[in-house]
């Protein structure tokens, strides 16, 4: 099953993973060697500790690695969809009901974060807005209850 990730998500993973592979990866190596040069490790809780952050770093490279050979990377600016709203879109729309303007970015799972406006293509908004154009209302069922939203514009980022 491929997953799907921007060019700027895939990106963020692969610094994550350079970044565990070549720092953490070492200072956890000499944490423990530290630890062991403490003596009986039976009763040793840094050495408890540093296992523990290695099983931890070891774990998020093997889920990193996997992601990233699994995964399809998608740059929005190559996409030519044709106005219509698709993963990697970014989408201006407007609440029909407060009139507030918002925009939205639809990436993968690992890139979600709505204090930067991008929403997971799973999220209920992205699902209610995929395959849809400028113009068109869609409904969304909020956790405050159904809101209905005009795209505005759809552009690809």
């Given at each position: 099953m491929t997953t799907p990730l921007t060019k700027f998500g895939a990106e963020l993973l692969k610094e994550e993973l350079h970044q565990l592979k070549t720092k953490e990866r070492r200072s956890v190596i000499d944490a423990i060697a530290e630890a062991r040069s403490h003596g009986d490790l039976s009763e040793n809780a840094e050495y408890d500790a540093a296992k523990e952050r290695q099983a931890f770093v070891e774990g998020r490279?093997?889920?990193?690695?996997?992601?990233?050979?699994?995964?399809?990377?998608?740059?929005?600016?190559?996409?030519?969809?044709e106005g219509r709203v698709v993963f990697g879109a970014t989408v201006d729309l407007e609440d029909l009901e407060s009139s507030q303007k918002v925009t939205y970015q639809i990436v993968g799972m690992d890139e979600a974060d709505l204090k930067m406006n991008k929403v997971s293509i799973t999220s209920p908004i992205s699902r209610a807005l995929i395959g849809k154009y400028a113009g068109d209302v869609v409904e969304v069922q909020a956790p405050s209850g159904p809101r209905e939203y005009e795209i505005?514009?759809?552009?690809?980022i």
């Open positions: 490279i093997a889920e990193l690695e996997s992601k990233l050979s699994t995964s399809q990377v998608i740059d929005p600016t190559t996409l030519d969809a505005l514009e759809v552009r690809y």
